[in-house]
């Protein structure tokens, strides 16, 4: 009788943009093939569309718009799904030990994320809300209906005046989107639920360390986010840093302190952890330091991808560079397999986009700029074609239409 060949297994540590993009483009490398063995390793049973949390959590999705379920393309070929977390992984053993068990592998993705960086701004993980997960979303949605609701019969004026100050911390693209979004939901939606007199005390901060917006875009578009911004009823605080935040609000370095009940932290990110045997180098920021072809290199036949991975080329933690990122680690495996020497990553721009409200965007292709309509609709038709699953698509096409002529939910999640 004929022994069985032993499968090639490739685990895939994470189902973020990097991780879920690298299953895909193996599936359609491996597709049939019962020699290869993927599996997906995930705390949550769903890949998650970061870029619109900011739109769950100002009314203008549902959340399962931007999550689809980890199982729904997973259902072919020699492929598993173990809904855990890592723990630790082995590298001389080639074994990832995981709150379901030890699973070995052939060849590793680790592709887990970042999380917020708090900075060591005293209290800020205490007291801040953020927004990297869905569960971040639900729980900022619903607090600031909860903080309408309690200043709508709040007899202490200070009180009151405090829950209806929104404070967004960080002025990149995350912090731009959130207060416009926010700004909007609270100056055109909750408007038409509650007297002027208490409306009249509501506001939106933006709190960035720099003289500008989003860094990363062109002045053209930097400009265009202040003003737009600023339009919307936003109040900026530029060249102002956060030295403490506590139940009373945000006291900045230069002494004024922001009473709100609601900071929302979103100045900066850091690489997710986990454990090794034999711990790698990592840049100062926590990064996985990694060769040109996103390899360990005293462990090739593990790759780093996405916010983990410190990269020669200093890779924007951006989500076109983690799809881009697990294009190329697919074909690098799939040389491995073959024999075949791998090839080095490089990072190609294929342009940003930035949300400032309904009708409101902005683009950066290269050295071309465009704000407005067009840009709005370039926005959403990229971010469109982006969602995995025409069920998504078509879920938020149809909520998106219906937004155009109504006003974001204030159901509570």
């Known amino acids: 009788m004929k022994a069985e060949t032993k499968k090639i297994r490739i685990v895939i540590l994470g189902a973020g943009f990097a991780g879920v993009n690298t ?12 020699q290869i063995e993927i599996i997906i390793v995930n705390p ?22 931007i999550m689809q379920p980890i199982r729904s393309f997973i259902t072919c070929c020699q492929t598993d799904f173990y809904q855990a977390t890592a723990q630790k992984i082995h590298s001389q053993e080639q074994l990832i030990q995981t709150s379901l068990g030890n699973i070995s592998y052939d060849y590793l993705v680790i592709a887990l994320g970042a999380k917020t960086n708090f900075f060591n701004i005293t209290n800020a993980r205490k ?21 309408f609701e309690h200043a709508r ?9 405090q829950l209806l100050q929104f404070a967004v911390i960080g002025g990149g693209p995350t912090g731009v989107e959130i207060a416009s979004e926010l700004a909007e939901f609270i100056h055109k939606t909750f408007r038409r639920f509650y007297p002027l007199e208490l409306m009249q005390h509501a506001q939106v901060h933006l709190i960035e360390r720099s003289d500008k917006l989003v860094s990363s875009f062109a002045p053209t578009i930097q400009r265009e986010s ?22 009373n609000g945000i006291t900045l370095e230069s002494g004024k302190t922001l009473h709100t009940a609601t ?13 090794f045997d034999i711990k790698p180098a990592k840049s100062f920021d926590g990064k ?12 090739p036949e593990i790759f780093v991808l996405g916010d983990m991975a410190d990269h020669p080329e200093n890779v924007p933690a951006l989500a076109q560079a983690a799809v881009q990122q697990a294009s190329a680690t697919a074909i690098n495996i799939q040389r491995l397999i073959n024999n075949k020497p791998v090839k080095a990553f490089h990072y190609k721009s294929a342009g940003m986009l930035l949300s400032l409200g309904r009708w409101k965007a902005a683009a950066q292709i290269g050295s071309f700029s465009l704000t407005g309509r067009f840009a709005w609709w370039m926005w959403r038709t990229i971010y469109f074609a982006k969602l995995i699953s025409w069920k998504q698509r078509l879920r938020a096409t149809v909520e998106w239409t219906i937004r155009i002529f109504t006003h974001r939910d204030i159901s509570e999640l």
């Open 23 to 34: 299953f895909r483009y193996l599936h359609k490398k491996f597709h049939s093939n019962k």
């Open 44 to 65: 949550k049973n769903y890949f998650l569309f970061t870029p619109l949390l900011h739109e769950v959590a100002t009314g203008g999705l549902p959340p399962d718009t």
């Open 127 to 147: 007291h801040c809300f953020t927004l990297k997960t869905m569960e971040d979303a639900i729980k900022l949605k619903n607090h600031v209906i909860e903080c």
């Open 153 to 161: 019969h709040e007899a202490d004026a200070k009180k009151q005046k």
């Open 226 to 247: 202040l003003k737009q911004l600023q339009k919307a009823g936003v109040n900026m605080h530029l060249q102002q840093s956060v030295e403490s935040i506590d139940e």
């Open 263 to 275: 900071p929302i932290f979103v100045a900066g990110i850091k690489a997710a952890e986990i454990e």
């Open 288 to 299: 996985i330091t990694v060769n040109a072809s996103l390899q360990i290199t005293s462990s």
